[in-house]
T-cell receptor, first 110, second 115 residues
């Protein structure tokens, strides 16, 4: 079946550092790919998505590119802020349902 | 009120209790979902309702019983739970349940502790 693998956290960065959170997937067909963010005490919020190969999703300075050849959808941000501290989930929507990764906790320190 | 709301936000119950979780969406969506979020595990999809009809039940134990009286409301009835059922229970909704309308909107969750 479909699966999503994310890098294990927590990831701790200083403010203004560059962020990469790796995500790879296995799926049949051509899934849509997503990044969700969960701030403390809240539910998941859609951060960005891409629906076909080579598409780049972007939002709030975050971006991720749908790479079919490497089955990856890595999340990047050029300069993180303390307010970006949260748990980030990679997910895919295949033919049947949405499959989520385990989440990667990001902590940004001033 | 907008978005997806869940009540209660926190619930502590004994193994012999019966309780219910409530979810309400104000987005005009037709599909609603229950997920279980446990530490260090992927989000687990429990149930899906599309146009008030249950379309998925991912081998969830019968001590969890969903109810969807209309497209805006979703309940999860709990009885005879086990300590390992302690988790964050998330409700979500989407326009409907097809690959083309795949963005889900989540509520804040109910933190459940079973003693």
């Amino acid at each position: 079946g479909d699966s999503v693998t994310q890098m294990e956290g927590p990831v701790t960065l200083s403010e203004e550092a560059f962020l990469t959170i790796n995500c790879t997937y296995t799926a049949t067909g051509y899934p849509s790919l997503f990044w969700y963010v969960q701030y403390p005490g809240e539910g998941l919020q859609l951060l960005l998505k891409a629906t076909k190969a080579d598409d780049k999703g972007s939002n709030k300075g975050f971006e991720a590119t749908y790479r079919k050849e490497t089955t990856s959808f890595h999340l990047e941000k050029g300069s993180v802020q303390v307010s970006d501290s949260a748990v980030y989930f990679c997910a895919l929507r295949g033919n049947q349902k949405v499959t989520f990764g385990t989440g990667t906790k990001l902590q940004v320190i001033p | 009120e907008t978005g997806v709301t869940q009540t209660p936000r926190h619930l502590v119950m004994g193994m012999t209790n019966k309780k219910s979780l409530k979810c309400e969406q104000h987005l005009g969506h037709n599909a609603m979902y229950w997920y279980k979020q446990s530490a260090k595990k992927p989000l687990e999809l429990m149930f899906v309702y599309n146009f008030k009809e249950q379309t998925e039940n991912n081998s969830v134990p019968s001590r969890f019983s969903p109810e969807c009286p209309n497209s805006s409301h979703l309940f999860l009835h709990l009885h005879t739970l086990q300590p390992e059922d302690s988790a964050l229970y998330l409700c979500a909704s989407s326009q409907d349940y097809t690959p083309s309308t795949d963005t889900q909107y989540f509520g804040p969750g109910t933190r459940l502790t079973v003693l």
